[in-house]
């Protein structure tokens, strides 16, 4: 019973001890708010809303769908696909 606490301990210890390691290691220099890896598009935060999506099932979530200038007049136009 004893060894089996210790042995738990050590685990949880490993394992926070690991995140942190890992999280430092993944930067924070918060340079990239999404979290995603890629660098957000410059002037991300002047885009539109262009739709909301929901998506039922497992995930059941809400999002938005966001576009810049350029999206939007090929939205309201009708163009597919859109341009880059």
């Not at 210890?13 to 220099?29: E, K, P, R, Y």
């Not at 918060?30 to 809303?49: C, E, H, I, Q, V």
């Amino acid at each position: 019973m004893k060894h089996t606490k210790v042995l738990a301990l050590l685990t949880v210890l490993v394992v926070g001890l690991g995140g942190i390691v890992l999280s430092s290691a993944a930067g924070g220099d918060n340079k990239n708010p999404s979290g995603f890896g890629d660098t957000p598009p410059a002037g991300y935060r002047d885009w539109k809303l262009i739709s909301v999506a929901h998506e039922e099932g497992e995930l059941n979530d809400l999002r938005a769908i966001l576009g810049n200038d350029i999206a939007v007049k090929a939205y309201r136009e009708g163009t597919l696909p859109f341009p880059d």
